[in-house]
Every structure is written in structure tokens, then in C-alpha cells.
């Protein structure tokens, strides 16, 4: 169960929203130097898209490195753009656990399961323009299941499907050795 | 079976593959840069031991191009990070800045160095990885992690696409048409997610009328509509090309005649028009004569989708003997293109010439400020600009600012632009100077 704030944002969210490329430069080993994508993940969203339906909320304030919002709530499409890996984890190392959107794209999506950032989950509707900013989520995978609790309204969400086995394993490389494919 | 499916059956031992297997499939090239080498080399060493090996030396390729002139002592520690690897691990390609070994942009600089094989499967950190499907090889971005795993094993799990087919008719382009036209039409005809997980299949006799650089920018752009992978199969064309660069041997695979498709469309070349994508978005399409009269700031011509040496052939042709009313920015994707510029003529000048007497400001090669980059990036949009590039991406802060305003368009248009300053239709300067 995954349960927190929700943060809302429009459709084809690019990875130059998700994580500015001048920001690029961090080391992600580095702890201190980490820290930096937390503070600037979704920092290229224009400010009146950011945290809909009103606008003008970033996802971390701008002294802070962490956000107090857990779930990030996508239009279509999210995730387009450039490969850079930086995009998941700059939303991990911001606090993020799951994103939910009716669809990705495919090498944002790839990444979030491979490195293990974020679960990107994949919903029926498209609900960002359903689900305020600061609302109350829950994520149920076992019931498939994702709960405003703020609105009172549930709603479906898919199954991982095939990448559920990497998910649930933490990545590919913990994957590959369950597998044994990796020593 | 199409072509990227016969190509992905041969990689993972399977005599035929499907859409939607998830297979495991051994990697002929992995190539990667400045910005995802070094998380990607992390990640290698955190899992594999600070001592592992990459697998083969000879199939990885690092080539910086993002951040390379610049004062950000982050940036320039990353090109550290890979010039140590690349001395740890021996590995006989790398290209190192500051070095006649220097290239510059990653997609160009792959086939220039012959690592774009027909039949191949290469991988890159970088999504225009796809651009090398323009010599019929299997090529698409991937992240850091996937890199890594890789390094370590020589092999990734790919889910088999399914493939779209666009089919060309006509026998040549129009004077005024450039492939960069064509893919923005299609791109805006099926939406930036139209060929999300999908194979976009280039194919027909328009095909033919194609140079390789033509080619490489339909498959440079695949990922603007979310698609994995762009492929052509490979001809005379290609393996001319291909064989010029590279002595190592190659098959080249065709789609059988009774390949199953997701969906076929068709476009006759002929009835094509210069197309523009306005902001934010690459879908965003507008012919360039409805867009006549929009109001410029800045004019940009390069990277790995519009910085190549026909690029700037076309761009001369419009640019030689006018005067420009706005900034005009001129960035060649490699060496060997910043080479050619010193070389090939129009009407006698050279293209450098051409350029730097219509007051052009010109570049070193790298991606520069198509992807913004620090603030010192040459030509990086720092406030309110609107300008017109040849770039691949115009979504909010993708050249710099989230003030910036990018139209997408042909060397051709932005030439034309960059003369009147004001978006134009390159046929009003093609009819008097080409026709
Ligand atoms: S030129 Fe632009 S699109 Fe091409 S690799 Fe560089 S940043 Fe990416």
C-alpha cells in the first residue's frame, strides 16, 4: 500500500520538466551532491501548471531538497523526451513513490522499473483532471485499486503486467540475480 | 517478420520473435556520453566491483557532446569521470575532447565511425539512439542502469514492438522539402505518443529518393512520437556508406513481403509542404506559409536532427548573399561536419563563408544549446527569445529558458526565417534561387 499527498500535472510531461538539463551535472553517488535533483525534480514545469488544478504549487519548496507530496498524479504521455535516468530518480530522491498516468513513455517507463526510482502506475482514466493537488491517495496493488480518500472516490488502476517481477524485485540487477543471470 | 523483429529473433538465439515477447537480446554497439557515462559507469561499479570488467572493450563507444565548452566544473568533471574509465578499462573508443580524436554529437559521430551496421543491435544512453535505425540496424535509447547491466553482461531485455509502416510515394523531394518536413507532418498526424512501445518502419520508393542524412532525420525524430526504435532498410545507399567507414562485415535483413503491421500509412512526397512544430510541443504542426509573419528573435541551426553537412548545404543555398535580421546561430554537429564547412561550396563560396558574411555566429561541434545546458551554452536561449531551429524537442525550457518560445522547422524554413526575420516559407526563396 502506498499512501500519501498527491501532486498533479498536465499531459506530456518531458524529461526537461521532470529535471532541467542544466541540473545534469550532479553526481547521483554523491549524498550531498544527490540531494540537488530532490530540490530541483519538476522545476521545468511552467508555474501555472504545476500542482493543478490551481497552479503555481512546486513539488519541493525552493529551500527544501524533499517534497511533502508522495504520489505524482500525470496526464498522457508522461515522461517523454530525453533518457536521461536522472528523470525517476530525481522523483525518488524528491520523496516521490509512485507515479500514476494513463500512459508513458516507454524509455521514462523502462527506467523507473529498472533502476527501481518509482513504481509508474498505469490507469484506466486519465485522473489528473479528476484529482486535486494536496488530495490524500492510497495505491492498492492487490485490489488494483487507487483510493482519493480526500474525495471519497475509487478508481482502477492496471496490473504491472510483465515488469512486475523487476518491480517487485527492486530492479533489473536484483532481478537478474534471482534469476541468476548476475553473480 | 519485419525487419526489427528478424533483427531481435537473430540477437536472442529465437529463429522467430513476436510483438510483445520480452526477450533477452545480446548488444553488438553500447554507446554512451557526458551526461549519463559517468551515473552509468556508478552504477557498473556499485554492482559489478570497482574492479569488473567492462564485457568487450571493442563494442563500447563513449563519445562526449553535451557539455563540453563550458566553465561548470561539474560538467567538465564528467568528461574526467569517462576519460579515467576509458584508460582503466583500455577502451579503444573513446573520444576525447580536446583531442584530434574529438567528434562531437553521438549520432553523428557513430556512423562517421562506422558503428552504425546493418543488422546490428546498438544501444545508447541517449533516446535519438534510434537515429542509427536509418541503416537498418536496431537501435534505441535506454537508461543508465540498463547501460550498466550492459557493461556487465553484454546483453538487456527488450519487448518485442510492434511496427507501424510509413510508405513513400514519389520519386524525389521537391526542391523546397526536406525530410525534416516530412517526419514533422507525421509526427503531427500521430501525436507525440502516437508510436509509444512501436517500431516506425520507413519504407517505399520515396525512400530511394532519400540521401543517408534524409533518412537519419525521419529516424532521429521516431522518439518525438514515442517511438522505440526507426528503421529503413538498408540499400545501396547505405552500404555504401556504411562500407566506406568500417571494415567489419555486416548483413543487411529486409521485412518479408508478408509481415504483419500494426498499421500502414502512405504519403506522396509530391504533395508535401514545408511544416513547422510550434511551442511546446513537436506535435504542434502548422504549415510554414500559415505561420508567415510570426515575429522572431533568433535563428538556430544544428545538433544530430539539423546540424549535418546537407543541413547546411540547404541553409547556405537560402542564406548566401542576404543580409539576416535576426541572430543566427550555426552549430555543426561534428569535426568532420565544422570540416565540410571549410570545404563545400555553394555558387563558389565556401559554406563558412557563406555563414560569417551574412554575420552568422558559429559554433564549436557539440549538441550546444539544443538541449539548453548551463548558462555559458553557446546559443542557449537565456530569457524570452522566440526562435525558429532545427533542432528535434520544443518543449517549455528545452533550449534554455521556460520563457523561450522554439518553432521546429527545416534548415530550409529556418534560413528563410532567418533572412526575413519572421517565420517564411523557404519557396518564396527557392522558386528565384533553385527552381
Ligand atoms: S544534439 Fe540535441 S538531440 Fe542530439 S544528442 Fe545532442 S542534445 Fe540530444
Known amino acids: ?183 | 517478420m519485419t525487419l526489427t523483429e528478424k533483427i531481435l529473433a537473430n540477437h536472442s538465439g529465437n529463429t522467430s520473435v513476436k510483438p510483445g515477447d520480452n526477450v533477452w537480446v545480446d548488444v553488438d554497439v553500447l554507446m554512451t556520453h557526458d551526461v549519463c557515462g559517468p551515473p552509468a559507469i556508478g552504477i557498473f561499479q556499485k554492482q559489478f566491483g570497482e574492479n569488473a570488467r567492462v564485457w568487450d572493450p571493442e563494442k563500447m563507444v563513449i563519445i562526449p557532446d553535451h557539455y563540453i565548452f563550458t566553465k561548470d566544473k561539474y560538467a567538465n568533471r564528467n568528461v574526467d569521470i569517462l576519460r579515467g574509465f576509458a584508460a582503466d578499462q583500455d577502451l579503444p573508443y573513446y573520444f576525447d575532447v580536446g583531442t584530434d580524436r574529438y567528434k562531437g554529437v553521438c549520432h553523428i559521430a557513430l556512423p562517421e565511425e562506422g558503428f552504425t551496421r546493418p543488422g546490428e543491435v546498438l544501444f545508447g544512453t541517449d533516446s535519438h539512439t534510434c537515429t542509427a535505425g536509418a541503416f537498418g540496424q536496431f537501435a534505441t535509447g535506454i537508461g543508465n542502469t540498463d547501460a550498466a547491466f550492459i557493461m556487465g553482461t553484454g546483453k538487456l531485455w527488450v519487448k518485442v514492438p510492434e511496427t507501424m509502416r510509413f510508405i513513400f510515394d514519389g520519386d524525389h523531394l521537391p526542391p523546397y522539402l526536406m525530410a525534416k518536413d516530412i517526419i514533422l507532418q507525421i509526427i503531427g498526424d500521430i501525436g507525440v505518443d502516437g508510436a509509444t512501445y512501436r517500431t516506425m518502419e520507413f519504407a517505399g520508393p520515396g525512400i530511394k529518393a532519400m540521401n543517408i542524412e534524409d533518412r537519419m532525420t525521419l529516424t532521429n525524430m521516431v522518439i518525438e512520437a514515442g517511438g522505440k526504435n526507426g528503421i529503413v532498410e538498408p540499400d545501396e545507399i547505405t552500404e555504401e556508406y556504411v562500407r566506406k567507414r568500417t571494415d567489419k562485415p555486416f548483413t543487411s535483413l529486409y521485412s518479408d513481403p508478408d509481415a504483419k503491421y500494426h498499421s500502414v500509412r502512405r504519403y506522396n512526397l509530391e504533395e508535401m509542404v514545408p511544416m513547422v512544430a510550434k511551442p511546446h510541443s513537436p506535435d504542434n504542426k502548422a504549415t510554414a506559409e500559415e505561420l508567415e509573419g510570426t515575429e522572431l528573435t533568433r535563428a538556430y541551426i544544428g545538433s544530430c536532427t539539423g546540424g549535418k553537412l546537407t543541413d547546411f548545404i540547404a541553409a547556405a543555398e537560402i542564406i548566401k548573399g542576404n543580409s539576416l535580421k535576426i541572430d543566427t546561430y550555426i552549430v555543426p554537429a561534428t569535426t568532420e561536419i565544422a570540416r565540410g564547412l571549410e570545404t563545400e561550396k555553394v555558387n563558389g563560396k565556401t559554406l563558412l563563408e557563406v555563414f560569417e558574411e551574412a554575420g552568422c555566429k558559429i559554433g564549436r561541434a557539440s549538441c550546444a544549446a539544443c538541449l539548453g545546458g548551463p548558462e555559458d551554452t553557446f546559443g542557449r536561449l537565456n530569457s524570452d527569445e522566440i526562435c525558429i531551429s532545427s533542432t528535434n524537442r520544443n518543449y517549455p525550457g528545452r533550449m534554455g529558458s521556460k520563457q523561450a518560445q522554439v518553432y521546429l522547422a527545416s534548415p530550409y524554413t529556418v534560413a528563410a526565417s532567418a533572412v526575413t526575420g519572421k517565420i517564411t516559407d523557404p519557396r518564396v526563396f527557392i522558386q528565384e534561387t533553385i527552381i
Open chain 1, 1 to 183: 500500500m502506498i499512501k500519501g499527498k498527491a501532486f498533479v500535472l498536465g499531459k506530456n510531461i518531458d524529461t526537461d520538466q521532470i529535471i532541467p538539463a542544466a541540473h545534469l551535472v550532479y553526481s547521483l553517488e554523491d549524498p550531498e551532491e544527490r540531494k540537488f535533483y530532490g530540490r530541483y525534480a519538476l522545476s521545468g514545469v511552467p508555474e501555472k501548471q504545476s500542482g493543478l488544478p490551481k497552479g503555481g504549487i512546486p513539488l519541493v519548496e525552493p529551500d527544501k531538497f524533499e517534497s511533502e507530496f508522495t504520489i505524482v498524479v500525470g496526464g498522457p504521455n508522461f515522461g517523454c523526451g530525453s533518457s536521461r535516468e536522472h528523470a525517476p530518480a530525481a522523483l525518488q530522491i524528491a520523496g516521490i513513490k509512485a507515479i500514476v498516468s494513463p500512459g508513458y513513455a516507454r524509455i521514462f517507463y523502462r527506467n523507473s522499473v529498472d533502476g527501481g526510482f518509482v513504481i509508474p502506475f498505469e490507469s484506466v482514466e486519465d485522473l489528473s483532471t479528476q484529482i486535486h493537488t494536496g488530495d490524500e491517495l492510497e495505491i492498492d496493488q492487490e485490489k488494483l485499486e487507487l483510493r482519493n480518500l480526500t474525495q471519497n472516490v475509487t478508481y482502477e488502476i492496471k496490473d504491472l503486467g510483465s515488469v512486475a517481477d523487476i518491480i517487485n524485485a527492486g530492479g533489473i540487477f536484483e532481478y537478474a540475480r534471482q534469476q541468476g543471470m548476475v553473480a
